[in-house]
């Protein structure tokens, strides 16, 4: 039976031609100047001073952590709903994470919720534009965190060629994070990148990401760092994808447009706010009612379409087990909320089939 998957990476003859003449040309694979082709490529699309790829996103939001200084006893406030990485990087640097509540309307951290969550330890804030949409208080979430010399560490993994009011996000914070995961709009394998303004930041990234080196290539270490860094085969593929990347950002707004039009009269089926001149949604969400989530995804399964469910509430999950905390809008979007197929590579075709087997669903 043919499957529509929920979600899955898009090469042609562009990245492999791009990526065999990189290796017949000798290239050594390691980081060198493809990488820093590629930087420049993310850097002039989303209108950073600086960018610095990291080998994955989870990775980099630990790194932009431990330059800025984060480690035991600090304090990270982090959206209960959010992929786990976002958590685990505070954790595993020994920082206490503080889950905060999201909006209902972006699914975004709690602005006021936030304000009140800050203690004399918090040193940061990770604000997570999830799937491409951003809190209608993203200028106060900046200009709050900056008075009381707070991080805001932008995760905005799921959210390459989202904007607002012209301004891409990720850049709005101290620093920002985009993910190349094999799901996102366009993908190196693994990978991501970290964008900022302000030089010094940049170039605490740099030596830290190399070990700790002052210059590349020298063994002098003057400050302690790991191995971050990514490589030009990556890069290779990374900047193939950069090319698609416009149209790429049109067509998911094409897709979220025809699955509401499509849908618009299945009661049970409700769609997050969108405005879709600034955001390009990375995953087809909807909300579920009625408790027929599941049964929803099994009519589905039958029929060849996958599905994918909502993040979990974290603090329920056993890596936290906060089991004394509530979090009402979170836990209430991690029962009630799917992904639908996503890929950019959906036809019309197939989203109006999916869309017709979701209403058959419902009126039968």
Not at 111 to 135: C, D, H, Q
Not at 256 to 280: A, D, M, R
Not at 315 to 333: C, F, G, Q
């Given at each position: ?117 800050v203690s004399s330890k918090t040193k940061a804030v990770i604000l997570v534009t999830i799937n491409g949409r951003y ?203 799917l992904w639908l197929p996503s890929s950019s590579k959906l036809t019309d075709k197939e989203i109006k089939y999916i ?10």
């Amino acid at each position: 039976m043919y499957t529509i998957l929920q979600m899955e990476p898009w090469f042609d003859e562009k990245e492999a031609r791009a990526v065999f003449d990189y290796m017949d040309s000798g290239g050594w694979v390691t980081e060198f100047s493809r990488t820093r082709e590629f930087e420049e490529s993310v850097k002039r699309y989303v209108g950073s001073r600086y960018s610095a790829a990291v080998p994955n996103g989870a990775l980099g939001l630990t790194l932009a952590l431990a330059i800025s200084g984060v480690g035991y006893g600090d304090e990270v406030l982090v959206p209960d709903f959010t992929m786990v990485a976002t958590a685990n990087a505070a954790k595993m640097l020994g920082a206490r994470v503080t889950f905060i509540d999201i909006d209902p309307k972006t699914l975004c951290m709690d602005f006021e919720l936030m304000k009140k969550a800050v203690s004399s330890k918090t040193k940061a804030v990770i604000l997570v534009t999830i799937n491409g949409r951003y809190p209608e208080e993203i200028e106060s979430f900046v200009l709050f965190c900056r008075e009381r010399n707070i991080l805001l560490l932008e995760d905005a993994a799921q959210s390459l060629g989202s904007f607002k009011d012209g301004k891409h996000l990720g850049t709005f914070g101290d620093i920002g994070l985009f993910s190349f995961s094999a799901p996102k709009i366009i993908t190196t394998g693994q990978g991501g990148i970290l964008v900022t303004d302000n030089e010094e930041i940049y170039e605490k990234i740099k030596k830290y990401r190399d070990f700790g080196k002052e210059k590349p290539g020298e063994d002098h270490y003057i400050t302690m760092g790991s191995n971050f860094k990514f490589t030009d085969i990556q890069a290779v593929i990374g900047l193939e994808q950069m090319k698609k990347l416009p149209w790429r950002v049109e067509r998911k707004k094409q897709i979220f447009s025809l699955y509401e039009g499509n849908l618009k009269n299945v009661q049970e089926i409700s769609f997050l706010p969108t405005n879709l001149k600034n955001t390009s949604p990375w995953f087809i969400d909807v909300m579920i009612s009625g408790g027929m989530k599941e049964p929803l995804r099994k009519h589905l399964k039958e029929r060849g379409i996958e599905t994918r469910l909502f993040f979990p509430a974290l603090h329920s999950e056993p890596a936290y087990a906060r089991v004394n905390e509530t979090y009402p809008v979170a836990e209430k979007v991690a029962v009630d909320g799917l992904w639908l197929p996503s890929s950019s590579k959906l036809t019309d075709k197939e989203i109006k089939y999916i869309c017709k087997e979701i209403t058959d669903f419902f009126v039968r």
